[in-house]
């Protein structure tokens, strides 16, 4: 094997807990995960996940939900309201 180099990344802590529980349930560590997922890169030269750049009505509703966020709002002040929006 070459010599190997090492890579750091920052992570949330929850989320690494929760991934290396899933991972060690499968027989894998976190190091054979992210080496797996370097490998398919090379391998198809492609992201083994597929990406999109969200459309304008998505980007629309990330701002608002964003924004519901900050605020601290409620968008609906019933759920009668909600459930007829959603019916639209």
Do not use: Y
Not at 2 to 8: I, N, R, T
Not at 26 to 34: E, F, K, N, P, R
Not at 48 to 69: C, F
């Amino acid at each position: 094997m070459a010599a190997g180099s090492m890579l750091h990344v920052r992570m949330d802590e929850n989320v690494k807990a929760q991934a290396t529980r899933a991972l060690a349930a499968m027989g894998l560590s976190t190091s054979d995960a992210v080496r797996l997922l370097f490998h398919r890169i090379v391998a198809d030269q492609a992201f083994p996940l597929e990406l999109k750049v969200p459309n304008k009505a998505t980007r629309e509703a990330m701002a608002e939900a964003d924004e519901i966020i900050r605020s601290g709002r409620a968008r609906f002040t019933d759920a009668e309201t909600l459930i007829a929006d959603l019916d639209g």
